[in-house]
């Protein structure tokens, strides 16, 4: 099976979830760090809808610009959601993992155990 992280190694979530998903017998891992390497606007889309969560569910509040830049307010559309998080990758939360039984925000880790 094939595994997709987009992981920043500062996180510790980020990090148990790699090495969840690096010790799984069968799963060839690939490793984006989505800080240096951010998914474009199209990738995210894709990851939230098949996560079955909205963008606003996918933004990263703490540690990051998103309340200055009015994506906690209400009135904060998925469209812009998205648009700045394709700008400022730190507004992704984290880790987000794709295989081919589905996507997972990994919040807590053992949430990837639900797709591999």
């Given at each position: 099976m094939k595994a997709t992280i987009w992981h920043n190694p500062k996180c510790?979530?980020?990090?148990?979830?790699?090495?969840?998903?690096?010790?799984?017998?069968?799963?060839d891992v690939t490793v984006v760090e989505y800080l240096k390497h951010p998914p474009s606007r199209a990738k995210l889309e894709q990851l939230y809808r098949d996560a079955g969560i909205s963008p606003r569910e996918g933004l990263r509040t703490r540690g990051s610009p998103a309340e200055e830049?009015?994506?906690?307010?209400?009135?904060?559309?998925?469209?812009?959601?998205?648009?700045?998080?394709?700008?400022?990758?730190?507004?992704?939360?984290?880790?987000?993992?794709?295989?081919?039984?589905?996507?997972?925000?990994?919040?807590?880790?053992?949430?990837?155990?639900?797709?591999?």
């Amino acid at each position: 099976m094939k595994a997709t992280i987009w992981h920043n190694p500062k996180c510790g979530t980020s990090r148990k979830t790699l090495a969840l998903l690096e010790e799984a017998p069968g799963v060839d891992v690939t490793v984006v760090e989505y800080l240096k390497h951010p998914p474009s606007r199209a990738k995210l889309e894709q990851l939230y809808r098949d996560a079955g969560i909205s963008p606003r569910e996918g933004l990263r509040t703490r540690g990051s610009p998103a309340e200055e830049l009015g994506l906690t307010d209400d009135s904060a559309t998925a469209e812009k959601i998205l648009d700045a998080m394709a700008t400022e990758p730190i507004l992704i939360e984290r880790p987000l993992v794709e295989t081919d039984k589905g996507v997972r925000l990994c919040r807590p880790q053992d949430r990837v155990q639900e797709i591999i």
